[in-house]
C-alpha cells in the first residue's frame, strides 16, 4: 500500500510563493506519474501538474503556468509545487496523486494524500 502525505501549505499574501511537498510511502512509487490537484470550497477538483517518473515531460494547467513548477526527487520519494506569484484565486485544498489510470490530467490516479490547505489573501 502507498500513503502519500502533503506539506508546506499555509497563509501567504498575493504574490508570494510556497513550497509543497508530498512525502510517498510504500512499494509502488517506482516508476509512476504523479499529479498535483486543487480543490477550492464549492468548486470541482481540478488539475494542476503532472510529471512523469524520471521528471523529462512536465505538464502544467493553463492558469498555473509559468507561475508553478513541479518536480520530484526519486532518491526520497517525493514530489514538489513550487508555486510563485500567488493569486488569491490558488486558495485551494492542494492534493498529490500517484498513478493515473487514464490522461494524467483526470484525476483518476490510484493513491491520493489528504491535501494540504494554501490560502492567498489579496
Known amino acids: 500500500q502507498v500513503q502519500l502525505v502533503e506539506s508546506g501549505g499555509g497563509l501567504v499574501q498575493a504574490g508570494g510563493s510556497l513550497r509543497l511537498s508530498c512525502a510517498a510511502s510504500g512499494r509502488t512509487f517506482s516508476g509512476y506519474a504523479m499529479g498535483w490537484f486543487r480543490q477550492a470550497p464549492g468548486k470541482e477538483r481540478e488539475f494542476v501538474a503532472a510529471?512523469?517518473?524520471?521528471?523529462?515531460?512536465?505538464d502544467y494547467a493553463d492558469s498555473v503556468k509559468g507561475r508553478f513548477t513541479i518536480s520530484r526527487d526519486n532518491t526520497k520519494n517525493t514530489v514538489y509545487l513550487q508555486m510563485n506569484t500567488l493569486k488569491p484565486e490558488d486558495t485551494a485544498v492542494y492534493l498529490c496523486a500517484l498513478r493515473p489510470r487514464t490522461n494524467w490530467r483526470q484525476s483518476i490516479y490510484d493513491y491520493w494524500g489528504q491535501g494540504t490547505q494554501v490560502t492567498v489573501s489579496s
Open positions: 510529471i512523469t517518473w524520471s521528471g523529462g515531460i512536465t
